[in-house]
């Protein structure tokens, strides 16, 4: 099934419902994973299979190299093959939280030829981000010391997922990193993604953070963030009264004022009040 494309998108699928059992059985072929690893579909099925994994199960993984070496080497000879090892490399390294400073450390010591390889994680962002640990620390440690062209490609794949990150509650971490960076281009870019679920975000406890860096990345951004609140009284009026949508008001009225934004600032409280 995973060497067959139709197939591996449904295993894939089903892998993504996160379910232990249905993991278990699919590590149960283990013995096989070199097929899988070394064909198209296969590494696509692989990648997804690392992403899902516990540290428990993806131990598993690693060990079954440990005692088919032979299997290994010719595995690695091969393009599939390679990309799938790189990857699970990459993965494990930067989010085990014993190894990770070893990988955060060449970030910021090695020039960037010696941290090329390193650098190949832009094609794995989405599940590094998906993983506590590496969306936390690896991957934000990766965007500040990467450089263009490779730090621009991982920064706009980053905005263009920008609002499915931003709900979520370990991935929403990445998107407040890189409205961080004072550039206001990828902020920009991010703010529109986001336009739609300003109100939405800012009723929840880790979306509102992902809000309040909205409005602090620029005074353009202050803006526009406060006329889309502005086109909405009533939500305004219950974000007041919210427990974490209190703190988006808050942050708004701050900004508004720092930014000369009186006309804003006034429409705001008087609006809160409603």
């Excluded at 064909?39 to 997804?48: M, T």
């Excluded at 620390?137 to 621009?152: A, E, G």
């Excluded at 550039?183 to 953070?209: H, M, P, W």
């Excluded at 909205?214 to 974000?239: G, M, N, P, W, Y």
Aim: aromatic share 8%; charged share 25%; hydrophobic share 40%.
């Amino acid at each position: 099934m995973a060497r067959n494309p139709k197939d591996s998108r449904l295993l894939q699928k089903i892998l993504e419902l996160n379910n232990y059992d249905h993991m278990q059985k699919i590590l149960e072929v283990l013995s096989s994973i070199y097929e899988v690893m070394i064909c198209e579909s296969g590494h696509a099925l692989f990648v997804k299979l690392v992403e899902f994994c516990n540290n428990q199960q993806l131990h598993l993984i690693l060990s079954t190299f440990q005692f088919h070496m032979d299997l290994f080497l010719q595995t690695a000879f091969t393009k599939n093959g390679s990309m799938s090892i790189e990857m699970l490399i990459l993965f494990a390294l930067m989010t085990h939280r014993v190894e990770r400073p070893i990988v955060e450390k060449c970030f910021r010591v090695l020039n960037e030829k010696q941290n090329e390889v390193l650098y190949r994680v832009i094609s794995y962002f989405r599940d590094l981000a998906t993983n506590v640990n590496g969306c936390c620390i690896s991957l934000d440690v990766c965007i500040d010391h990467i450089t263009n062209p490779l730090r621009k490609e991982l920064l706009e794949r980053i905005v263009n997922q920008s609002a499915y990150f931003a709900h979520d509650p370990s991935r929403n971490y990445v998107v407040q990193h890189i409205l961080k960076l004072g550039d206001i281009e990828i902020s920009n870019k991010v703010c529109l993604q986001l336009e739609k679920e300003y109100i939405q975000l800012a009723f929840k406890r880790t979306g509102n953070r992902v809000f309040g860096k909205c409005l602090e990345s620029s005074k353009v951004e202050t803006i526009s963030v406060v006329d889309v609140l502005l086109t909405d009284a009533k939500a305004i009026a219950r974000l007041a009264k919210h427990f974490y949508g209190s703190y988006v008001i808050r942050k708004a009225l701050q900004y508004t004022k720092v930014h000369g934004q009186e006309v804003r600032h006034q429409d705001l409280v008087s609006f809160k009040g409603t």
